[in-house]
């Protein structure tokens, strides 16, 4: 299984990114090898019936890497390219940014392979359903608690908290998180990844010294990150020159309205041909200048081709593991780009979906107010932490996120110790 797991490239990535931090670490073979494979794969085949009356097998996966803290943590995936390998990657990187974090957490994440763009509500509810009644052995509020990711929303969450649910014969919201506000979800939890990544972005232009109300910014992805980050970067006054998805990528100089694009992408389900921008090459928009380039969309964008061509100050990762080694190499050399690591600048998803979780058992509801504040509070802290280590052991900010969080998760696992 291991040697299957290092063949993918994603899980490789992941793989080649612990060892060199286990290494600068120097951490003990015994607890490096416990930390580094996942505890449990799951993968299950999960058969529904299409509208059109006819069977299709899907392939679903969840993987925990890890329970040493409390539950694991992450989001569930419908896209067609998942499979074990990329989900593996996504649970270790989830672990790293729990233990960043300092949550309570271990890493988990999940995906199914399918292309929901083209299938109903009603296939789309089938299929999450049949999902979690496959898995239903190995998850529970104490377990594994999943999330939206790239392809689900709140509506794929109510569907597992129902079906869960309905096995229990009582409510459990603290089985998911990312729920709509109507089934006891967060106030401030769809925003909350990309309010964090503008918020970090703006510590790191504080840091560097350019003022916020002159600085430009390029969103790569205009899912639930791309489009919260840019919209919390307009609203702190940056302009917004480029933004791209899966149908396109649009520019204008003079800044992108957001809002009216967001409406133009709902109505023509992509931003393609909008009228208020010009239409841009999406691999070349990554390298025009700006303060803040924020690659919102999929993994290993930031790659060999394009790390040496960046213009952007700031590399703000709302994606996970948009960045290659090789990339990160040639940045690193490079020294211009201030990249704020992936498991740091996204984890405000993570950790407001924490906040609804300790809701959930509260029976209570926080105000977005209170949501917000709390974030921002454990955002900084975490973002102070790295920044002042990777200064203390000269180190890229990626390695000092990682030693960080790869250390809670060895020092946890020693204090445990292992179980004969
Ligand atoms: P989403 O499905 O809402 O949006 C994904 C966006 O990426 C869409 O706009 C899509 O069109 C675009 N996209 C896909 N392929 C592209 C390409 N080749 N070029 C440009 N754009 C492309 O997903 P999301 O929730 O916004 O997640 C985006 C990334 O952020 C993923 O890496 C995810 O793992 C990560 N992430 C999400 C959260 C969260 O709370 N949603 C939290 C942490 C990390």
Same mark, same amino acid.
């Given at each position: 299984?291991?040697?299957?797991?290092?063949?993918?490239?994603?899980?490789?990535?992941?793989? @080649?990114?612990?060892?060199?931090?286990?290494?600068?670490?120097?951490?003990?073979?015994?607890?490096?090898?416990?930390?580094?494979?996942?505890?449990?794969?799951?993968?299950?085949?999960?058969?529904?019936?299409?509208?059109?009356?006819?069977?299709?097998?899907?392939?679903? !996966?969840?993987?925990?890497?890890?329970?040493?803290?409390?539950?694991?943590?992450?989001?569930?995936?419908?896209?067609?390219?998942?499979?074990?390998?990329?989900?593996?990657?996504?649970?270790?990187?989830?672990?790293?940014?729990?233990?960043?974090?300092?949550?309570?957490?271990?890493?988990?994440?999940?995906?199914?392979?399918?292309?929901?763009?083209?299938?109903?509500?009603?296939?789309?509810? %089938?299929?999450?359903? %049949?999902?979690?009644?496959?898995?239903?052995?190995?998850?529970?509020?104490?377990?594994?608690?999943?999330?939206?990711?790239?392809?689900?929303?709140?509506?794929?969450?109510?569907?597992?908290?129902?079906?869960?649910?309905?096995?229990?014969?009582?409510?459990?919201?603290?089985?998911?998180?990312?729920?709509?506000?109507?089934?006891?979800?967060?106030?401030?939890?769809?925003?909350?990844?990309?309010?964090?990544?503008?918020?970090?972005?703006?510590?790191?232009?504080?840091?560097?010294?350019?003022?916020?109300?002159?600085?430009?910014?390029?969103?790569?992805?205009?899912?639930?990150?791309?489009?919260?980050?840019?919209?919390?970067?307009?609203?702190?006054?940056?302009?917004?020159?480029?933004?791209?998805?899966?149908?396109?990528?649009?520019?204008?100089?003079?800044?992108?309205?957001?809002?009216?694009?967001?409406?133009?992408?709902?109505? !023509?389900?992509?931003?393609?041909?909008?009228?208020?921008?010009?239409?841009?090459?999406?691999? @070349?928009?990554?390298?025009?200048?700006?303060?803040?380039?924020?690659?919102?969309?999929?993994?290993?964008?930031?790659?060999?081709?394009?790390?040496?061509?960046?213009?952007?100050?700031?590399?703000?990762?709302?994606?996970?593991?948009?960045?290659?080694?090789?990339?990160?190499?040639?940045?690193?050399?490079?020294?211009?780009?201030?990249?704020?690591?992936?498991?740091?600048?996204?984890?405000?998803?993570?950790?407001?979906?924490?906040?609804?979780?300790?809701?959930?058992?509260?029976?209570?509801?926080?105000?977005?107010?209170?949501?917000?504040?709390?974030?921002?509070?454990?955002?900084? %802290?975490?973002?102070?932490?790295?920044?002042?280590?990777?200064?203390?052991?000269?180190?890229?900010?990626?390695?000092?996120?990682?030693?960080?969080?790869?250390?809670?998760?060895?020092?946890?696992?020693?204090?445990?110790?292992?179980?004969?």
């Amino acid at each position: 299984m291991q040697k299957e797991l290092l063949s993918h490239p994603v899980f490789a990535m992941a793989a @080649e990114q612990f060892d060199q931090v286990a290494d600068f670490l120097q951490l003990a073979e015994n607890v490096r090898e416990r930390c580094k494979w996942p505890k449990r794969l799951i993968s299950v085949a999960v058969p529904i019936t299409l509208d059109d009356g006819t069977t299709r097998v899907f392939y679903g !996966h969840r993987v925990q890497h890890h329970l040493t803290r409390g539950p694991v943590k992450g989001g569930l995936r419908y896209h067609p390219s998942v499979d074990l390998g990329e989900v593996a990657a996504l649970a270790m990187w989830m672990n790293w940014k729990c233990a960043l974090m300092d949550l309570p957490y271990g890493g988990g994440k999940g995906g199914i392979a399918c292309d929901p763009r083209s299938m109903s509500r009603g296939e789309l509810e %089938r299929l999450t359903r %049949r999902f979690t009644m496959e898995i239903m052995p190995f998850i529970s509020p104490e377990i594994d608690v999943m999330a939206p990711d790239m392809g689900t929303n709140e509506q794929t969450m109510a569907w597992i908290t129902d079906t869960y649910s309905s096995r229990t014969g009582y409510l459990v919201p603290s089985i998911v998180t990312g729920k709509p506000l109507g089934m006891q979800g967060s106030a401030g939890r769809t925003q909350a990844t990309g309010h964090g990544v503008a918020f970090l972005s703006s510590n790191a232009l504080h840091k560097l010294g350019i003022n916020l109300s002159s600085t430009t910014a390029i969103v790569q992805g205009f899912g639930n990150v791309g489009y919260h980050t840019a919209r919390t970067l307009s609203a702190y006054g940056v302009k917004i020159l480029g933004i791209s998805d899966v149908s396109g990528a649009v520019w204008n100089p003079r800044g992108i309205d957001v809002a009216a694009l967001r409406d133009y992408a709902t109505a !023509h389900g992509g931003i393609k041909d909008f009228p208020g921008a010009d239409a841009i090459d999406p691999e @070349e928009m990554l390298c025009q200048p700006c303060d803040v380039l924020a690659p919102c969309a999929m993994e290993r964008t930031i790659t060999a081709a394009n790390a040496g061509r960046l213009q952007c100050r700031i590399l703000a990762e709302g994606a996970n593991g948009p960045t290659t080694p090789e990339a990160d190499r040639i940045l690193e050399q490079w020294g211009d780009v201030f990249v704020i690591p992936d498991i740091l600048c996204n984890a405000g998803g993570v950790t407001v979906s924490y906040f609804e979780w300790v809701q959930n058992f509260q029976r209570f509801q926080w105000t977005e107010h209170e949501v917000i504040g709390k974030l921002e509070t454990m955002m900084q %802290r975490a973002f102070e932490k790295v920044t002042s280590f990777a200064e203390r052991h000269q180190v890229s900010q990626r390695t000092a996120a990682q030693a960080i969080a790869i250390k809670t998760v060895a020092d946890a696992k020693s204090l445990r110790g292992l179980f004969p």
